[in-house]
Nanobody, 123 residues
Framework: QVQLVESGGGLVQPGGSLRLSCAASGRTASAYVMGWFRQGAGLERQLVAAIAWSGESTYYTDAVKGRFTISRDNAKNTVYLQMNSLKPEDTAVYYC????????????????WGQGTQVTVSS
């Protein structure tokens, strides 16, 4: 079992950047594929990016390709989401999640979740 805690959200202007962090405790994070999901107001929760156990593979949804970068530091049990060129449509609660399988895109495929961190992109 692993516990996940997100941080780094906030208010940013369009075109700005934020870096989200997800700290894992309990079982070592390297045992899991990690994903970042987001859920905008009135929308379904969707996978934004995922990274394999040692970072050997990554996945991005089309809407964030070229702007977001997922990475992990297994020595620190931490996963990051660097978000650049932010747009108002990126506004959402961002969740970190863990699964033991690659590549899973659905909410139900992830076993462990953080509490979420709000990202608001507005001028």
């Amino acid at each position: 079992q692993v516990q996940l805690v997100e941080s780094g959200g906030g208010l940013v202007q369009p075109g700005g950047s934020l870096r989200l962090s997800c700290a894992a405790s309990g079982r070592t994070a390297s045992a899991y594929v990690m994903g970042w999901f987001r859920q905008g107001a009135g929308l379904e929760r969707q996978l934004v990016a995922a990274i394999a156990w040692s970072g050997e593979s990554t996945y991005y949804t089309d809407a964030v390709k070229g702007r977001f970068t997922i990475s992990r530091d297994n020595a620190k049990n931490t996963v990051y989401l660097q978000m650049n060129s932010l747009k108002p449509e990126d506004t959402a609660v961002y969740y970190c999640a863990a699964t033991t399988r690659w590549l899973k895109l659905k909410v139900g495929d992830y076993n462990y979740w953080g509490q979420g961190t709000q990202v608001t992109v507005s001028s």
